[in-house]
T-cell receptor
Framework: NAGVTQTPKFQVLKTGQSMTLQCAQD?????MSWYRQDPGMGLRLIHY???????DQGEVPNGYNVSRSTTEDFPLRLLSAAPSQTSVYFC???????????????FGAGSRLTVL | ELKVEQNPLFLSMQEGKNYTIYCNYS?????LYWYRQDPGKSLESLFV?????AVKQEGRLMASLDTKARLSTLHITAAVHDLSATYFC?????????????FGTGTRLQVTL
């Protein structure tokens, strides 16, 4: 099993450019989410999804769009990149949407984005 | 809004010593996770604590949960260099049909020889 796969691993953008961070999982997980990690701030939830066609906002959704057309894929779109979006982005998934019992979030390897 | 605080933020300790990392959270929750992150790497799940009084142990790490005090601890016994990493606690908040995981700021642990 590949688990949670994120691409690209590194990306440099100029202010105003757009791009999509890809996330795919092969574990048939219903729950998928995007976090950003900044120094001294831990991980903050951007958007999450509980199944195909269903998405919702997290703590820091501004400047980001998501969609969930299939169970496997959950891309994160930056429509007009800003330097404040320089961060490391993690995609994570779980079998259970309520994270019940011993269900944990499984994380991808991360995508490091720099916006100049 | 759920707030999760960890302390200390940075911990430098000698090999062989014991120490405890604290995780406080602001609203009721019955589930708490501990994750480990090595530099430049992803997050690895260490423990899932599911109820008040839960205690989990793996090697030199032991985690506990007190839901009444809204406190979890991660205790390190006889630290070794391989434990150097950043440790995060994360608390579950339920919102209708889904749950969200809110992370603490992390504790960077450095174990010196």
């Amino acid at each position: 099993n590949a688990g949670v796969t994120q691409t690209p691993k590194f990306q440099v953008l100029k202010t105003g450019q757009s791009m999509t961070l890809q996330c795919a999982q092969d574990m048939n997980h219903e729950y998928m989410s995007w976090y950003r990690q900044d120094p001294g701030m831990g991980l903050r939830l951007i958007h999450y999804s509980v199944g195909a066609g269903i998405t919702d906002q997290g703590e820091v959704p501004n400047g980001y769009n998501v969609s969930r057309s299939t169970t496997e894929d959950f891309p994160l779109r930056l429509l007009s990149a800003a330097p404040s979006q320089t961060s490391v982005y993690f995609c994570a998934s779980s079998l259970d949407t309520r994270l019940a019992g011993a269900n944990v979030l499984t994380f991808g390897a991360g995508s490091r984005l720099t916006v100049l | 809004e759920l707030k999760v605080e960890q302390n200390p933020l940075f911990l430098s300790m000698q090999e062989g010593k014991n120490y405890t990392i604290y995780c406080n959270y602001s609203t009721t929750s019955d589930r708490l996770y501990w994750y480990r992150q090595d530099p430049g790497k992803s997050l690895e799940s260490l423990f899932v604590l599911l109820s008040n009084g839960a205690v989990k142990q793996e090697g030199r790490l032991m985690a506990s949960l007190d839901t009444k005090a809204r406190l979890s601890t991660l205790h390190i016994t006889a630290a070794v260099h391989d434990l150097s990493a950043t440790y995060f606690c994360a608390v579950v908040a339920n919102t209708g049909t889904a749950s969200k995981l809110t992370f603490g700021t992390g504790t960077r642990l450095q174990v010196t020889l």
